[in-house]
């Protein structure tokens, strides 16, 4: 016995000791050092700094070399960046035609927004306009310091060196410039159509006075630190070459550094009072198992920091609702397993043989509900773009390591606690005599009463379908963010309470600098403001910033967010969100198809399609924004719930071996009421870190986590109350037609 409480203690020790390094580093990551080289990465909306969209020029682009021509420019982006000091910036390609940049921490995101996207079409002209050469003359740019003329004044300048073939036309073009008058007699160079200019702002235009027959020349940018600079990102982009085509800016989106703290404090708190709840329900509802899976649960969360820190992820808001969603869904296996083996002990079984038989009759009903979840994280990782990637990151990451957890730290502890002698009935929940809990004892007929059930679901269901009819009619319910309709949004942090008037009034400042009524500001909390406003260029947004300013001086960069974007972008989007969901179900499908049968995965679907319609209702009538985590949301569910779909059904599936004398509708019934349980604590224990997001969270992530509420209770309802059902009618459906063929043959 002295043995086995000695092993029992140093798992323990070893599962606490990871738990605390994990979290400590964690914690430095995140709190300490964020900027870190080795570690969690935070996100722009948790630091700041500006995310910027470029469009390709289609009338430059060629369809022939577009893939080879895309990555040419990310890799020129990247070299301009890092030549700029933005070494934590992310370069990715957005779309076919699209670049997105991601710039944590900038100051000046207008004028990184010109260095970065310019064509960097460099040109030698002379004083008539005359282009004699261009950038493709030039072979290298070497940054340089020291004298460049007979004074011997050292100064910062570029060496450039041409190529054989414009050797004689750069000693044709000084030839010209020489024999020009005084004040003609220079060769200017431009970029992109301006002329280049020193520290000082001065066009460089270097005075010619003979013949230059050489394969070099020398631009001097001055002596000052700027020029420096100067001299550095020049000769970067020149021999990075000029990009091949223009790029057109199609988003430009601001975080202030203080909107992210906020953020992330917010957020994280939500999850750990959220991890807090769920522990106290598997301590008051499973006894001594829930003791060990909080155990589990807490090395699980640990384990998903380390992973993620190892990945060097791009933690973003999204990632940290994907964490705490995780949270939750890490439970659901616990329970599967512990609603098995409270089960086994009512039948009459030892604590042990319970044990060892419930974590051996769920294993196939969790692999199979977790590999629809990773179908569910895949697509969104393959069709997601940004943040969302990150989100789908954690998720997949969540769920494998979940799985991990549960089968392995889960099973140790609890199986060392049985051979400890710990085996009295009430610390595995179950009462002394072996009782059944009271909703076993319900007459409670699903299939029978199928088209009640279904009823509630069918309005609501086409009431969503009516709203996504309209909207090609050119009529819309839904709240489409600018990430799908285009426009600008402002979310002002104004330092006071805000009053109706004070809404009315910053509707009335936007208004008087775009002319144009903006929608109904909204107000956040108490003292922040969104207002969203047609599309505007960048010297309009900082006109509206400013004008608002003026009547609330508090406002400042590091506490407002501006977020513009092109409606091409919201096309985008759309079309990611109705790809990406019928990839995911297609998939879930052919894998339930393979699993079960065909009416089964029918079933499935039709189940999905339910919940899906279900959450857009919520969207319309709750009237929440629809942007990028829109897509994030329907996926999750889509995974979440067929995830309790199956358990029903790989319950369904081990009743037909059992009760093969039993009619379906008997069998659908029966292994509804016995998976009841689980799929009512499994959905309580991932709402509650979703609850906790909604009542303490910042906007942004509420505005996501309320829908997913919508989705978890959705897909509860329809896993008990429909997808047996359906599975039941469709079965009978196709006996029916098979029987019908077999007579007419």
């Known amino acids: ?130 282009v004699w050469l261009t950038g493709d003359a030039v072979e290298t740019a070497e940054p340089a310091y020291g004298p460049t003329d007979s004074s011997g004044m050292s100064r910062h300048h570029v060496v450039l060196t041409f190529n054989e073939e414009s050797r004689s036309i750069w000693a044709d073009a000084t030839e010209y410039a020489a024999k020009q008058e005084a004040g003609d007699n220079y060769i200017a160079l431009y970029m992109d159509g301006e002329p280049v200019q020193d520290e000082g702002g001065n066009p460089i235009q270097p005075t010619v ?53 906020d ?14 709840l769920v522990i106290l329900f ?65 039948s009459g079984k030892t604590v042990k043989g319970s044990v060892d038989s419930g974590f051996k009759r769920a294993l196939t009903a969790i692999i199979d509900s977790n590999i629809t979840t990773i179908i569910a994280g895949a697509v969104l990782l393959a069709f997601g773009t940004g943040a969302i ?97 285009g426009g600008t949004s402002f979310q002002l942090e104004t330092g006071q309470n805000l009053t109706n008037e004070d809404l009315d009034k910053i509707a009335s400042l936007v208004q008087e600098v775009t002319g144009e009524a903006p929608s109904a500001p909204q107000r956040v909390g108490e003292t922040q403001v969104i207002v969203k406003t047609a599309a ?31 409606p091409s972008v919201g096309s985008d989007l759309r079309r990611a969100a109705i790809l990406s969901v019928i990839v995911a179900s297609a998939l879930i499908l052919l894998y339930i198809t393979i699993r079960f049968q065909f009416s089964s995965g029918l079933a499935a679907v039709v189940a999905l399609i339910h919940d899906l319609l279900i959450i857009l209702a919520g969207y319309v009538i709750f009237q929440i924004p ?26 369904i599936r081990e009743n037909k071996r059992l009760m093969q004398k039993s009619s379906f509708a008997d069998v659908v019934d029966r292994g509804i009421k016995q998976t009841m349980g689980r799929n009512i604590n499994t959905t309580l224990t991932t709402l509650l870190p979703v609850i906790c997001i909604i009542v303490i969270g910042v906007p942004s992530v ?19 109350c429909l997808s047996g059902s359906m599975w039941h009618r469709i079965s009978n459906a196709d006996r029916k037609a098979t029987d019908k063929l077999n007579k007419k043959a």
């Not at 598997?282 to 829930?290: A, E, H, N, Q, T």
């Not at 629809?626 to 319950?651: H, K, P, W």
Request: net charge negative; hydrophobic share 50%; charged share 15%.
């Open 1 to 130: 016995m002295f043995k086995k409480v000695l092993i029992f203690i140093v798992m323990l020790a070893v599962i606490a000791a990871l738990t605390a390094v994990a979290f400590t580093g964690l914690d430095l990551v995140i709190f300490e050092i964020p900027s870190v080289q080795d570690g969690i990465v935070l996100g722009l909306d948790l630091q700041g700094g500006s995310i910027i969209t470029y469009e390709a020029d289609p009338s430059q682009i060629n369809q022939n070399t577009l893939d080879e021509d895309i990555i040419a420019a990310i890799a020129m982006l990247r070299q301009r960046l890092d030549v700029l000091g933005y070494t934590e910036a992310q370069v990715y390609q957005f779309s076919d035609t699209r670049i997105r940049v991601e710039i944590p921490d900038l100051e000046d995101p207008l004028e990184a927004e010109k260095k970065i996207g310019s064509t960097a079409q460099l040109e030698f002209r002379d004083h008539t306009g005359k």
């Open 209 to 261: 006075e003979e013949r230059i027959d050489s394969d070099s020349s020398i631009v001097t940018f001055g002596s000052t630190a700027s020029a420096s600079e100067s001299v550095k990102y020049f000769s970067s982009i020149v021999n990075a070459g000029k990009l091949p085509f223009a790029l057109i800016r199609a988003q430009n989106t601001t975080v202030g550094a203080t909107l992210g703290a």
């Open 263 to 276: 953020s992330l404090r917010t957020s994280l708190t939500a999850g750990a009072i959220g991890l807090a």
């Open 282 to 346: 598997m301590l008051v509802y499973y006894r001594l198992p829930g003791l060990m899976a909080s155990i589990s649960l807490a090395f699980y969360t640990a384990l998903v920091a380390i992973v993620l820190a190892t990945l060097r992820v791009n933690l973003s808001l999204p990632g940290i609702a994907g964490i705490i969603l995780s949270i939750g869904m890490a439970v659901d296996a616990n329970v599967v397993i512990f609603e098995r083996i409270k089960e086994e002990l009512r």
């Open 389 to 485: 990637k990150g989100f789908a990151i954690t998720l997949l990451v969540g769920v494998v390591l979940s799985m991990l957890t549960v089968l392995v730290v889960s099973r140790l502890l609890l199986k060392q606690m049985v051979s400890l002698g710990v085996t009295a009935l009430p610390f595995y929940g179950v009462k002394a005599d072996r009782s059944e809990p009271r909703f076993h004892k319900l007459q409670l007929n699903f299939t029978k009463n199928f088209k009640w059930f279904g009823l509630p679901s069918a309005i609501i269901c086409l009431f969503a379908a009516v709203c996504l009819v309209l909207i090609p009619l050119g009529t819309t319910l839904f709240n489409f963010d600018i990430d799908f309709v």
């Open 536 to 566: 505007l260029d960048a010297d309009t947004e900082a006109a509206v910033l400013n004008r608002v300013k003026e009547e609330y001086p508090a406002i400042n960069n590091d506490n407002s967010m501006s977020d513009s974007v092109s």
């Open 626 to 651: 629809i942007n990028m985590n829109f897509i994030a949301v329907m996926l999750t569910i889509l995974g979440y719930s067929i995830n309790s779909t199956i358990i029903v059904f790989d319950r």
């Open 702 to 720: 509420r505005n996501f986590a309320i829908p997913l509420t919508i989705g978890l209770l959705a897909g509860m309802y329809s896993s008990i």
